[in-house]
């Protein structure tokens, strides 16, 4: 007998709940622990995950087996291409092995939720205890509440709440106990073939050729051992001026471990704990500006989630704010493919898909630029973007990129009204003031000069030359006239007079 450990995506062994209360419960049983991961194709392919992220979570795996070998924990990897027979195949693994009990994390969207829920009913049938855990987020979907009892819609006070929340339940910050090593001869028990499984490899449309898988490996180490790497160096050398350089991309002054956090090879819990303890006050508040900046960044990460399970019709490709839904969108793949290949002729934004398309990350910044530029400038459907980030980052996850696409497309969980429009050639000025970013991703554009790399064509001379030798595209909507479209498209669509 033993008891199981359900991967999903949280692919570590430290500060782990599920897996923590797999141990301890096998403990008291004096019987070991299997970790279990499943891997479907056809959901990577139904939820557009992208390959980059495909492939750093099987990265991710080869450490976790490590980690777990460490303890004489086996994991036990299965290929179930359908994700319909995902619990059936689960269940099927409990049984031969005579498990009782089986731990996992939650997950919030829709199709997990089902998928969870299914397992419950399975399980039930067959005797067998499933233990699902909230880990996910710092604080519990459903603990905070407005004052009238309702969810928050808005960033700011549900922020206040989550403090509050923090500072009067400090145990959900605290490291959940790491698993304990399993019994003496279970390594050499029954289960003794499980520690040889492979780690598969992706599927084929989910496949890297060999420059990208490199180049993934270089920017992106995966596993746990690396986000903790990566997030002590920026708690040590970054955090403190985080709130001043924050915004700006070519200063590389973020965290990063947003790769982690979408993949749970670090939890949110841990980056706010780590974050709180290299606080002079030891606390969330006070003390340092960067270091309080950052938490409420992570925090945003549990807002979007809290308001996924408050509203889940989210998961159903429908808008937050739903009278946002009749808006009239521009039907362009002209546009659109000038968009994701960064030629829009907007240097900011192209450098910024560039950036995209070569990393798999976009700085949070630029995100909420080129994000604007597709909902507002092009006015074309913010659910084609949402898509394309999914389906590009290696960070992707729902939740925040949902959020992300809602807030910058106006149709999202924000108070801010449809009529803020970025303006893409103030952002570029204000953000990447010496264009820095800009030349790096925008070869086109390296030996212009001076700040007329933010708008080429319009500063004309050198600039305009240098751009359309180039072959530089100019820029394929005009400012003003979109501004002016997207109100008057949005006023519309949203029965305003
Ligand atoms: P840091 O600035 O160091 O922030 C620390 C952590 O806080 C991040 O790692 C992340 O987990 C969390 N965080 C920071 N900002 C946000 C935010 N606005 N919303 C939610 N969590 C946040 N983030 C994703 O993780 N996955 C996505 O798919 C995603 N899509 C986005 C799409 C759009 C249109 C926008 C505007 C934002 C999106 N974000 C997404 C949020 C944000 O851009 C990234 O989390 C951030 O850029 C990651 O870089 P970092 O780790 O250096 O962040």
Known sequence: EA???????????????????ASATAQKKGVGVIGVWIMSPRDWEAHLVSPAKCDFELRSLEVLKKELAHLDIPLHIEVVENRKNVPKALVALAEKWGV??????????????????????MMLDKGIGFYPQHDDCVVKPGSLHTGSGKQYAVYSPWFRAWLSYVHAHPEVLQERPMPERNPAGFRDGKFKGLFDCPIPTASESKALTTEEKDRFTHLWPAGELAALDRLSHFLTEKIGVYVATRNFPSKNSTGRVSVHHAAG?????????MARDVNSTKKLDGGNEGIRGWISEVA???????????????????PFKYEYTNITWEYSPTNFTAWTTGHTGYPIVDAAMRSLNSTA?????LRMITASFLAKHLLLDWRLGEQYFISHLIDGDFASNSGGWGFSSSTGVDPQPYFRVFNPWLQSEKF???????????PELEDVEGAAVHNPYQAGGQAALVARRNGY???????????ERCLARYKAGIGRD
């Open 473 to 483: 595209p100019e820029p394929i909507v005009e400012h003003k006239f979109a501004r």
């Open 361 to 365: 990350y976009m700085h949070n910044r």
């Open 432 to 442: 990447d003031a010496e264009g820095e970013f800009i030349r790096k991703w925008v």
């Open 300 to 318: 945003w990460r549990d807002f979007y989630r809290h308001v996924l399970v408050n509203w889940p019709y989210i998961c159903m490709n429908k």
């Open 100 to 121: 009782k009990d089986v731990f996992c994390n939650l997950e919030y969207e829709i199709d997990e939720l089902r998928r969870e829920e299914k397992l419950v009913k």
């Open 265 to 273: 090879t670090l939890a949110a819990r841990t980056s706010v704990r």
């Open 3 to 21: 008891v199981i450990h359900y991967f999903k995506r949280d692919l570590r062994v430290r500060d782990n709940t599920g897996l923590s209360l």
